[in-house]
T-cell receptor, first 115, second 115 residues
Framework: AQKITQTQPGMFVQEKEAVTLDCTYD???????LFWYKQPSSGEMIFLIYQGSYDQQNATEGRYSLNFQKARKSANLVISASQLGDSAMYFCAMREMSGYSTLTFGKGTMLLVSP | NAGVTQTPKFQVLKTGQSMTLQCAQD?????MSWYRQDPGMGLRLIHYSVGAGITDQGEVPNGYNVSRSTTEDFPLRLLSAAPSQTSVYFC??????????????FGQGTRLTVV
């Protein structure tokens, strides 16, 4: 069963505007971590932000914030003041902590920022 | 600090040939894994390891073999290459727990073409 769902194959945003990339997840493990990665056209995977299931506050890292709604099992990435360099593929990922847990990725969202 | 070193960056194989993708990390991470990335499919887990001598299959293990004799190294072997194995391959490593600082670090990727 798919554990990470990213429903937006592509998103468009104008420079300097904010954008939200959606991510929902499915788990019965009370302890888990959620991650967002950026993959620019050059291909490398860049870690952006982390949210733990027991964290009381939404994570923030510079222009990135995570809108964590535990009851709804969503972990949306918010990018404020978009820049042209934000154009990339964005992946949501989750690791459960029960057993030999693996890091599972969603299919990604391609974000294009226009001038 | 080199992080995750993955080689080669590009490779062309003929159907039926075998090869090994190398992956090494210098961060003393317990968890190492191999993913393949195909258009529209996100990153799919091939094999993973939670420590030296311990490996397990991921979502798409057929046609691949791994071993982990040391903490640092986690090579991926293609036993008899097939065109369906044309993909971009990523090696990743991380601490095997949740929390800040447990994000996965990725190699630069290997673009493999099987003709």
């Amino acid at each position: 069963a798919q554990k990470i769902t990213q429903t937006q194959p592509g998103m468009f945003v104008q420079e300097k505007e904010a954008v939200t990339l959606d991510c929902t997840y499915d788990t019965s493990d009370p302890s888990y971590g959620l991650f967002w990665y950026k993959q620019p056209s050059s291909g490398e995977m860049i870690f952006l932000i982390y949210q733990g299931s027991y964290d009381q506050q939404n994570a923030t890292e510079g222009r990135y914030s995570l809108n964590f709604q535990k009851a709804r099992k969503s972990a949306n990435l918010v990018i404020s003041a978009s820049q042209l360099g934000d154009s990339a593929m964005y992946f949501c990922a989750m690791r459960e902590m029960s057993g030999y847990s693996t890091l599972t990725f969603g299919k990604g969202t391609m974000l294009l920022v226009s001038p | 600090n080199a992080g995750v070193t993955q080689t080669p960056k590009f490779q062309v194989l003929k159907t039926g040939q075998s090869m090994t993708l190398q992956c090494a990390q210098d961060m003393n991470h317990e968890y190492m894994s191999w993913y393949r990335q195909d258009p529209g499919m996100g990153l799919r887990l091939i094999h993973y390891s939670v420590g030296a001598g311990i490996t397990d299959q991921g979502e798409v293990p057929n046609g691949y073999n791994v071993s982990r004799s040391t903490t640092e190294d986690f090579p991926l072997r293609l036993l008899s290459a097939a065109p369906s194995q044309t993909s971009v391959y990523f090696c990743a490593s991380s601490y095997y727990r949740t929390g800040r600082g447990t994000e996965a670090f990725f190699g630069q990727g290997t673009r493999l073409t099987v003709v």
